[in-house]
């Protein structure tokens, strides 16, 4: 599964933090994913804790931050906002020449105790 995949990457990422922070444990990690980015965030948000039983990040809690997409239109040079990759441009109908935002799927913060 894609997002257990993520949510292992995560882990990783987070413990490697927290070493290098001399810490025993995390309070709050905030994962920012764009609505264009392909990831559920329900089935994350549950890898996630499935991954971060016994481990430091056990007790954290998990905020995801969904990035808004955004797609342009070459047709009517208008930049809109899109849900999901199929969002077509309301002005002419077209699908998106360029995606400009909503692809990211990153960790924002990582607070430590
Ligand atoms: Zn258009």
Redesign the pocket.
């Known amino acids: 599964m894609h997002e257990l995949s993520i949510a292992l990457n995560i882990l990783d990422i987070v413990q490697e933090e927290c070493r290098r922070a001399e810490s025993s444990s995390v309070a709050e990690v905030v994962i920012r994913v764009g609505t264009l980015s392909g990831v559920d965030t329900e089935a994350l948000t549950t890898c996630l804790h499935v991954a971060s039983r016994d481990t430091l990040m056990q007790d954290a809690r998990i905020r995801i931050d969904r990035q808004q997409g955004r797609g342009w239109?070459s047709?009517?040079f208008?930049e809109f906002e899109m849900e999901d990759i199929l969002t077509l441009?309301p002005?002419?109908l077209?699908p998106a020449s360029e995606l400009r935002a909503g692809q990211e799927m990153q960790i924002d913060s990582i607070l430590v105790e």
Request: aromatic content about 0%; charged content about 0%; hydrophobic content about 0%.
């Open positions: 239109c047709g009517c208008t441009c002005g002419c077209q």
